[in-house]
């Protein structure tokens, strides 16, 4: 009896995955079927729900501890779905159960706005269990817990110089594929002119290639915590280190502006 065929790469469920990586981190089994879909569309954009989610986090005004009122819970929920149903075809949202969204079928759905919809209707369901999403801070806390967390002190790099006087740490847990930098003192950049870049060196990968853990930006050089948001899976991290890039990003560095890294100390 033959057995039957693998289902075929699904744009929709990559695009799933995105938004749910967006607001929670993904178990390591999601993020090894999010690494086999990026492969899969090597021209899909894998940061679109995590800019939508950035920029939702300061609209909606994420330091604001107290649950919105229910009218404008509904209103908001109501907003994105009417937004979706006039956008997008054939179906345009999915859902697992009345409380969670967990299925977005977006796959007809193109652009920011799209995907600001979409993460717009996961904050609309955690607003309305009545608690707003963790803070980065509180994350860190919680991660800190975790039984294979690493803290890596930041050290300078070739061009620390030109980025202030950069302290630090990255917290970082292999089983939770989940991770934050803490900087102090890292300059502040022009997201117009550059932004800085991470980069994960992988014992199992090639070192020519480490896996892009995402661009961000600097806003002040008080006590910056910013979330890794690893493209791949990172099996073995030996470094962390941050590139100043082009706006945007690149997908290769030529790590010529290197301010700061954190090498993993080997075991014993």
Sequence with gaps: MNAAPAPA????????LLADRAVQPLHPSELDELDALAAAFPDADLECMDRAAAALDVALGAGNRSAPPA???QRLAAAGAAWAAANCAPAPLKFADADRVRRVRVAAWTGWLAAAAAVALAFAAWWGRGSAPPTPSERLAALRRAADVQSLTWSAGPTASECGNPSG???WSPSRQEGYMV???????????DQYQLWIFDATRDERHPVDGGVFDVASEGEVIVPIRAKLPVREATLFAVT?????????????????????????
Excluded: I
């Design 9 to 16: 790469p699904s744009m929709d469920r990559l695009l799933e």
């Design 71 to 73: 009218a404008v819970q």
């Design 169 to 171: 740490e990255v917290v």
């Design 183 to 193: 900087f102090r003192g890292l300059k502040a950049n022009d997201p117009s002119r």
């Design 244 to 268: 100043v890039e082009r706006p945007g990003g690149v997908v290769v560095s030529d790590r010529s502006r290197l301010p700061v890294l954190a090498e993993v100390k080997p075991a014993g």
